[in-house]
């Protein structure tokens, strides 16, 4: 698991980014986040990565 900072989070849309502990951006969704998490822009999160056809993606995102 990675440990990141959520650095952009919009709720009405459902999808965000993580700014990594590596200084990379990941995209999620909201079917990316583990359920009971309320996601905001700037907490903490650990999170499983992988390399999408769009590029780095997180999964099982949860509060750290």
């Known amino acids: 698991m990675q440990i990141g900072i959520v650095k952009k989070w919009d709720n009405n849309a459902g999808w965000g980014f993580i700014e990594g502990d590596d ?7 909201i079917s990316n986040i583990r359920k009971g998490q309320m996601i905001r822009t700037g907490i ?11 590029g780095p993606e997180a999964e099982n995102v949860t509060i750290f």
Not at 23 to 29: A, K, L, Q, T
């Open 23 to 29: 200084g990379e951006d990941y995209f999620f969704n």
């Open 44 to 54: 903490n999160v650990k999170f499983d990565s992988f390399e999408s056809q769009r």
